[in-house]
């Protein structure tokens, strides 16, 4: 049996393939037909690129619509999808090329030059809103493609996280993984064709590409595609959806609009929150502005979503819900022994949805596995009498600012190299918008004039904005305990009293 995700997903389409699938503010929807057809003819174009089954597409553009016909082309091609942050830079692309070595690497046109330097033999093509070489090359090919068979375990995406010990490593999902998930939450959050999900997330990782999409997909529907997050211009589409999607900062960003209450929700039926944590004042402001509550979930990169508040029953602030069907999750002492209810521990998951391991890494591979098969999330949390799921901390100094993954090591390494750095530390700082802002404290060298103006433009030249620190501050040395380990613990507190500012 062929379980290719493209498979199961044409499978739902609406038996009117005139049915639209992506309603584009300004311009006209796009039907499944449409969208059938240009997946066909991108999959024809990249099998001529010299891809084969198993090769990786490396895919860096901005969002628009083509680049959702080109994640199915990957898929019915039986090809590897690797999304990339759009944010990364020169230093982060080349390790992600010599990591995952792709076939071909499709980038847009004005990055084109960069991305060149770095291809190692990859095929370069672009892909913007107008077209590319890409489209150019898809435009002659055949309007139908015969879908390649794959496994359950076969792979159908990579994604890379940041990584704990500064290079970043990629989950290996298959199809199996997307597929089992993607089911579950239709099910879960009850998608029906006639849902219109307001789609503002990026669409590199795996919020807006595959919880989102396969959503709608999966169940016929229609996506309402905004490029990006723009508070009022997601009030104004608000009254022609029924589902939103959206990290913490897009509902505390709607809060701030006066134009949000009950009247501009109306028509909508479920607000879902993941990526970082909701603050339950916020959960509480939410409700109180527009009458919905709205529903947090927990998730992974390397297993996609693992538990949900429910659609029918108690939401609790502070809580991601109940684990989903088919996902087992556990909480667990140093021992490895069950926590008891209102016990900390460390999360821990197993189920279809948890990915086959890291790209070439087999060393994290094994680490990330108990030895009874569950994968350690290094989340800590603690589940209460009724079962529900509470996230109470993370392990590895992970910083989560507005929902993408920050990983202190691999800032600290770039900054430690700078010349005139002694040592340095990297942590989370509360921020009202973002969730978490980076922080940098930076021990310099005798002699040394550094700037934080200075400090900060140099990190962005190598690395995501994202990842760069907000704020860069000197000390003459870093905190440390009995055994010499740096207390982050205690420069979080610093930077919480009145007097850091």
């Not at 807006?208 to 169940?219: E, I, P, R």
């Not at 980076?438 to 030249?461: D, N, Q, S, Y």
Request: with cysteine; aromatic share 6%.
């Amino acid at each position: 049996m062929d379980a290719n995700l493209h498979t199961l997903l044409e499978s739902h389409a609406p038996a009117d393939p005139s049915a639209p699938c992506l309603v584009l503010p300004g311009a006209p929807a796009i039907d499944y037909a449409t969208l059938a057809a240009t997946s066909a003819r991108i999959a024809h174009a990249l099998v001529a690129a010299g891809c084969a089954p198993g090769d990786r597409v490396a895919v860096q553009v901005d969002k628009h619509w083509q680049v959702l016909p080109l994640y199915l082309a990957a898929l019915r091609a039986g090809l590897v999808y690797l999304p990339l942050n759009t944010a990364y830079r020169k230093g982060e692309l080349d390790y992600f090329f010599e990591d995952a070595r792709p076939r071909v690497i499709v980038c847009a046109p004005e990055r084109l030059g960069v991305v060149a330097t770095l291809a190692r033999g990859a095929t370069v093509l672009t892909l913007d809103a107008k077209g590319g070489e890409l489209m150019d090359r898809a435009r002659a090919m055949p309007a139908t493609f015969a879908t390649i068979p794959r496994a359950p375990d076969d792979l159908a995406s990579i994604l890379y996280t940041s990584g704990t010990t500064g290079r970043s490593k990629g989950a290996m999902l298959t199809h199996r993984n997307l597929a089992s998930n993607a089911v579950a939450l239709v099910d879960a959050w009850g998608f029906t064709r006639g849902d219109v999900l307001l789609h503002a997330l990026p669409i590199y990782h795996i919020h807006g590409l595959f919880v989102a999409v396969h959503c709608a997909l999966l169940s016929g529907s229609r996506l309402l595609w905004l490029p990006r997050f723009d508070a009022r211009e997601v009030l104004a589409h608000l009254p022609h959806a029924t589902v939103m999607m959206g990290v913490p900062t897009f509902y505390t960003r709607l809060l701030a609009e006066p134009g949000l209450d009950r009247a501009a929700c109306a028509n909508v039926r479920l607000f879902v929150a993941g990526s970082a944590p909701l603050l339950p004042e916020t959960f509480r402001a939410f409700e109180a502005r527009t009458g919905h509550r709205i529903l947090e979930r927990y998730g992974m990169t390397e297993t996609g979503m693992n538990a949900s508040n429910p659609l029918d029953g108690a939401r609790v602030p502070g809580t991601v819900g109940l684990p989903l069907p088919g996902v087992a999750i556990r909480v667990v002492d140093e021992a490895g022994v069950a926590c008891a209810p209102g016990a900390i521990g460390e999360i821990q998951i197993r189920g279809p949805n948890v990915c086959r391991g890291y790209w070439r890494k087999e060393d994290k591979t094994a680490e990330a596995f108990t030895a009874d098969g569950w994968f350690r999330s290094g989340d800590l949390g603690t589940f209460d009498d009724r079962g529900y799921l509470a996230i109470v901390g993370r392990g590895k100094d992970m910083i989560i600012s507005g929902g993408l993954n920050v990983y202190p090591k691999e800032i600290e390494e770039r900054i430690d190299a700078m010349d005139g750095v002694e040592e340095s530390a990297v942590v989370g700082a509360p921020d009202a918008d973002f969730g978490e802002a980076v922080v940098a404290f930076v021990v310099a060298r005798p002699g040394h004039r550094l700037t934080e103006a200075g400090m900060i433009a140099a990190l962005r030249a190598d690395i995501a904005g994202y990842k760069c620190p907000r704020r860069v501050l000197f000390v003459a040395e870093l905190p440390r305990n009995a055994m010499g380990k740096v207390q982050k613990n205690v420069l979080r507190e610093r930077l919480a009293a009145p007097a850091a500012g």
